[in-house]
Nanobody, 116 residues
Framework: EVQLVESGGGLVQPGGSLRLSCAAS????????MRWVRQAPGKGLEWIST????????SYVDSVKGQFTVSRDNAKKTVYLQMNSLKAEDTAVYYC?????????RGQGTQVTVSS
């Protein structure tokens, strides 16, 4: 059974940092690129970042470039999202996802709240 389990979210003050993790199981992790998406309150899903199968290529939405860093450890079957200089507008539920054929796999998400 494919499982994605996100962790690392929480309440952080503006300007703070968090590192999200997404632990994968039930499939060959190193065969798939991974994405992070987020959903802010009352809004739709927003793509944040993609990392390829090896971790050698990454991409980001313009609003987080230079602020967020995606990485992966294929031996640990885990993808990470390092988030720095957090702002109130980064408040959202963050999900890791990947595309398995026509099926989009997604975890349960982890809440990130940026507030003083």
């Amino acid at each position: 059974e494919v499982q994605l389990v996100e962790s690392g979210g929480g309440l952080v003050q503006p300007g703070g940092s968090l590192r999200l993790s997404c632990a994968a199981s039930g499939y060959i992790f190193s065969n798939y690129g991974m994405r992070w998406v987020r959903q802010a309150p009352g809004k739709g899903l927003e793509w944040i970042s993609t990392i390829d199968r090896s971790g050698g290529s990454t991409s980001y939405v313009d609003s987080v470039k230079g602020q967020f860093t995606v990485s992966r450890d294929n031996a640990k079957k885990t993808v990470y999202l390092q988030m720095n200089s957090l702002k109130a507008e980064d408040t959202a539920v963050y999900y890791c996802t990947f595309q398995q054929g026509v099926v989009t796999r997604r975890g349960q998400g982890t809440q990130v709240t940026v507030s003083s």
